[in-house]
């Protein structure tokens, strides 16, 4: 501390009690970005946090590192209730930790490296040997492989049933399941879901599977990677999930220059996972996470510009004499996905699939035509971005199983940054004019 130091007891710098109500109206997320989970005063008045790069921290007294310790290791319930050491958690963390909370409504929220470290922390804290795994399809190529192939190998084995189920389906698959659990030695330990799946956008009914995991008296999680409408378009928690996933490198980054990822939802949940990354590590650093925390400033403005975007890019898209169709959640087909729509989504988002006339060839002569969207796998950000998943994201998923799925040779996925709309349709005009 230096003779900058500002007079603790004057009453404009004493630590303020957090304001998430104003005359009993409850803030908005929005606004909340701008504040939440950090006191200014504690950091010499600095308006954003300080990024903490510090591996450890100092104990005031013997007894306060021994409580918190008894907090890390589980001893005492409730966790840590002071800073400890790098890789259980720290400053920027928390905060951004507390901020992820509130966009979907969850009690407790925990940041990872990546998506990828997020999705399989989370299924290996409950995942044990012999169990089941239950999700839907399609799901993000690495989340499905980590399933199919790492967890293969404690025995842990799987069923898995298309996004669009019925309540009736997948109460057959999750007998299925306990079937094949009681056979195996274990039992069914989470239900995974991802909705909208990638790329085709289609929807799974959250309330339905609530309903059956209820019925079916599971007492199993069931989590949703929320990565393609959240925290925006879709709060899976008020649905009936319990555990929310997301890759923070998509929307919530935004602008296609850092990896991270998260989980939220109840304590009781989040409890297990936050006791296997003290263990594996895995914990988002302090620069990403203030990464993360400028972001979500602006989350709300960037998810809305996009959406608006998309909207109008697909409303010229769709007339186009070259295009056969469009796997867009502002123009769905299907009365049994509108209806999950209609129950689920405040968004149609901004990630889509353009079919087009012809395969691989006319895909890949529009691809290499467009001048303004960039070709690159991912989304999310604040730039366009296409790419050929049959050829790309999911070249390694069997050419069957690609069909099954609707991931065809002439589909191309789209991610609206942004940009001007107007921009887009004439950059998208001219690229359909090469194929
Ligand atoms: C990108 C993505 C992931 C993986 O996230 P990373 O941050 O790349 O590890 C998981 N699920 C979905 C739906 C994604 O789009």
């Known amino acids: 501390m230096s003779d900058h130091d500002i007079d603790p007891t004057s009453p404009r710098m004493a630590p303020k009690p957090e304001v998430t109500k104003i005359a009993g109206r409850e803030l908005k997320p929005s606004t909340l970005m701008m504040g939440h989970g950090y006191d200014p005063v504690l950091s010499e008045g600095s308006l954003k946090p300080p990024i903490f790069l510090t591996s450890t921290f100092a104990f005031p007294s013997a007894a306060d590192g021994k409580r918190h310790f008894e907090g890390i290791t589980g001893k005492r319930p409730g966790g840590a209730d002071g800073l400890v050491y790098s890789r259980f958690n720290a400053p920027n963390q928390e905060i951004l930790e507390d901020r992820l909370s509130v966009w979907d409504g969850a009690e407790d929220a925990l940041s990872f490296s990546s998506g990828m470290t997020a999705i399989c922390v989370l299924m290996l804290a409950y995942a044990s040997q012999n169990d089941v795994i239950v999700h839907s399809g399609p799901l993000y190529a690495a989340s499905e492989g980590f399933v199919a192939k790492v967890l293969a190998k404690f025995g842990v084995t799987y069923v898995d049933f298309p996004a669009g189920a019925t309540r009736e389906e997948i109460d057959a698959v999750l007998e299925k399941a306990q079937t094949q659990a009681d056979e195996q030695g274990g039992k069914v330990c989470m ?17 339905a599977v609530r309903a059956s995991v209820d019925a079916a008296q599971l007492d199993c999680p069931i989590a949703i990677d929320n990565t393609f409408l959240g925290p925006l378009w879709q ?33 009781k949940w989040m409890d297990p996972v936050r ?26 403005l960037r998810m809305s510009r996009a959406g608006d975007n998309a909207a109008k890019v697909c409303n010229y898209l769709a007339k186009h004499p070259k295009v056969e169709g469009l796997g ?33 060839a006319e895909c890949f002569r529009f691809l290499d035509a467009l001048k303004i969207a960039k070709l690159a796998v991912s989304l999310g950000g604040t730039e366009t971005l296409a790419s050929h998943p049959a050829s790309m994201t999911h070249l390694s998923v069997a050419e069957g199983r690609r069909a099954e799925l609707g991931i065809s040779d002439n589909l191309v996925r789209i991610s609206i940054g942004i940009e001007d709309a107007d921009d887009l349709i004439a950059d998208f005009e001219q690229a359909l004019e090469a194929v």
């Open 328 to 360: 867009y959640l502002g123009m769905i087909k299907d009365a049994r996905q509108q209806d999950i729509y209609d129950r689920h989504c405040k968004g149609a988002g901004s990630t889509f699939s353009l079919l087009l006339k012809g395969g691989e």
């Open 235 to 267: 709060r899976p928690l008020d649905q009936g999930a319990d555990i929310v996933v997301y890759s923070l490198t998509k929307y919530v980054g935004g602008h296609s220059d850092l990896v991270a990822g998260s989980i939220a939802g109840a304590k």
């Open 275 to 300: 006791m296997l990354r003290n263990t594996m590590g895995g914990i988002c650093d302090p620069n990403t996470a203030w990464m993360l925390m400028r972001s979500l400033e602006t989350v709300e």
């Open 191 to 207: 239900v995974y879901l991802e909705s909208p799946g990638n790329p085709t956008n289609a929807l799974v009914d959250i309330e």
